[in-house]
């Protein structure tokens, strides 16, 4: 069976620091990948996805970014944090249509 | 842009109540699925629906895919406090390899 992992659980970090998301995918192969951001009990918006190593879309601009280093690694990634930048993220994969996602437990972010 | 607009934003009712969340775009798509959200996790699936007018029974819960597959609706008869949590419609589309994702609506079954 499929798992998705997702760490750290949570996270605490000052303003202007760098972040280092991770998640990782096991009993698939060339899954879809993806990063979602979500407000306190709101909607999710999807920041980034991936469907194969290397291929990157964004659909938020901002100062994150997404890598995809293997096949089953989605990583997410600042350079430099902002308060904005403090909520729950979430990972999720998929195969192909019609597109049922799985997701990761989360990591809470908050930005100090 | 693709939304997907749910309603009611909140619901807060008591056990062995029925309730009717719905899920509402201007646009059409190829599937609609449905999850549900507790405190602190990932949502987890609930159901897909692919077929205009389809209707699936998951226990208490029943979803249906509107004719047009521009809308969509979940059912819950005789409301448990195990229901509760965030419910989050989501579509996807034949082009695009992600989902539009609904604005949520939150249920609090009370004893």
Same mark, same amino acid.
């Given at each position: ?16 620091? !760098?972040? *280092? ?39 938020? !601009? ?21 308060? *904005? ?28 | ?6 309603? %009611? ?6 056990? #062995? ?5 719905? &899920?509402?775009? @201007?646009?059409?798509? @190829? @599937?609609?699925?449905? +999850?549900?959200?507790? %405190?602190?996790? #990932? %949502? ?8 205009? =007018? ?11 895919? #509107? ?13 448990? %406090? =195990?229901?509760? =949590?965030? +419910?989050? &419609?989501? =579509? ?20």
């Amino acid at each position: 069976s499929q798992t998705i992992h997702q760490w750290p659980a949570t996270l605490v970090q000052p303003v202007g620091s !760098p972040l *280092s998301l991770e998640c990782t995918v096991e009993g698939t192969s060339n899954p879809n990948l993806y990063w979602y951001r979500q407000a306190a009990g709101r909607g999710l918006q999807l920041l980034f996805y991936s469907v194969g190593i290397g291929q990157i879309s964004s659909e938020v !601009p901002q100062n994150l970014s997404a890598s995809r280093p293997q096949d089953r690694q989605f990583i997410l990634s600042s350079k430099k944090l902002l308060l *904005s930048d403090s909520g729950f993220y979430l990972c999720a994969w998929s195969w192909n249509s019609p597109y049922e996602q799985y997701f990761g437990p989360g990591t809470r972010l908050t930005v100090t | 842009t693709q939304l997907l607009e749910q309603s %009611p934003q909140f619901l807060s009712i008591q056990e #062995g109540e029925n309730l009717t969340v719905y &899920c509402n775009s @201007s646009s059409v798509f @190829s @599937s609609l699925q449905w +999850y549900r959200q507790e %405190p602190g996790e #990932g %949502p987890v699936l609930l159901v897909t629906v692919v077929t205009g =007018g389809e209707v699936k029974k998951l226990k208490r819960l029943t979803f249906q895919f #509107g004719d047009a597959r521009k809308d969509s609706s979940l059912h819950i008869t005789a409301a448990q %406090p =195990g229901d509760t =949590g965030l +419910y989050l &419609c989501a =579509g996807a589309t034949g082009t695009a390899s992600k989902l539009t994702f609904g604005t949520g609506t939150r249920l609090q079954v009370t004893l």
